[in-house]
């Protein structure tokens, strides 16, 4: 068993991980501002330790004694990062660099960063992406989670500490906040359950990675404590699905012939990205993935509980 803390621990994939990592058996403590008056994860058996991520002193006490660190909270998202580049740069990037200083001195044995997979790589016109490709990002949010890889790798040369990187796809399920602008699945099933048009971005060729969240946290659980091969990893389906393929499973889940807005796509947004995994899927024993409309419709059902509550 492990002491495991997971920065971000009530958000969307974190709180998941909570409950993931506490299933393997670990110590898991989860850090986050904790607004809402329940945790987010089900597990009870999880220290909850409430600070704010921009607070080095919280940070640091939410570390001593922990042996391995995950970082899945981010202060930005696509759309917030491209509109103020400088916001990503002074919270994100400066303070996981602080992070990873106080992991030095608390003598953390390995941080597990998420990154990103979807913005990384950059326009390639490549059918998939594996990790020997290289990572071109054309947006503020990818450039700072590029940022942010190398200098895990400076934190590694200068002062040992270990790091692995986990470039993940599109993830997707429940605990997604909807009414965010950010996952397609989720906002748009947000919109089918109040009655609202989906918004659609081009004509609906864009082609993504989408990962359910349980079978994304069942990937990076085994990685805990193991020595692998790299410190790198692609984490997705590794397979690709159009915007008009997903609106086509909203609507077969939903049996609603919701209507469709048309807006134009973001300069910086990639017509197609795919994950390749086989270096993931090389080294773990992997599981089958949960079929796209499954997921959607546990989504789905979870959205319409919170909507009728």
Do not use: W
Request: hydrophobic residues 35%; charged residues 20%; proline residues 5%.
């Amino acid at each position: 068993m492990a002491k495991t803390l997971v920065i971000g621990g009530n958000g969307f994939i974190g709180s998941h991980l909570v409950d993931a990592l506490t299933e393997a058996g670990h110590d898991v403590a989860a850090f986050d501002r904790f607004r809402s008056s329940e945790p987010t994860f089900k597990t009870p058996s999880a220290t909850v330790l409430q600070g704010e991520f921009l607070s080095r002193s919280d940070l640091e006490a939410a570390i001593q004694g922990q042996e391995y660190v995950f970082h899945f909270l981010s202060t930005t998202t696509p759309a917030t990062a491209e509109s103020d580049p400088t916001l990503d740069i002074r919270t994100n990037v400066a303070q996981t660099v602080e992070l990873l200083e106080s992991c030095v001195e608390a003598g953390v044995k390995r941080v597990y960063f998420a990154s990103t997979g979807g913005a990384i790589y950059g326009p390639q016109d490549k059918e998939d992406y594996s990790e020997v490709d290289r990572a071109l990002p054309i947006s503020p949010y990818g450039i700072g989670k590029l940022s942010i890889e190398h200098y895990l790798h400076y934190f590694r040369t200068k002062h040992g500490l270990e790091s692995t990187a986990l470039r993940i796809s599109n993830p997707y399920g429940t605990r997604q906040k909807a009414n965010k602008k950010q996952g397609l699945i989720p906002i748009a099933l947000r919109q089918i359950a109040l009655g609202r048009p989906v918004m659609r971005m081009g004509t609906g060729s864009m082609v993504r990675d989408y990962v359910f969240v349980e079978d994304l946290v069942r990937m990076i659980t085994p990685m805990v404590g193991v020595e692998t091969d790299f410190d790198l990893y692609n984490l997705g389906s590794g397979a690709g699905h159009s915007v008009s393929e997903i609106i086509e499973s909203l609507r077969r889940v939903t049996d609603i012939d919701f209507a469709v807005n048309e807006v134009p796509v973001p300069p910086t947004f990639i017509d197609r990205v795919v994950l390749n995994t086989t270096r993931y899927r090389s080294e773990f024993t992997t599981t089958a993935l949960t079929a796209l409309d499954d997921g959607v419709r546990m989504t789905y059902e979870e959205i319409q509980g919170q909507l009728n509550a």
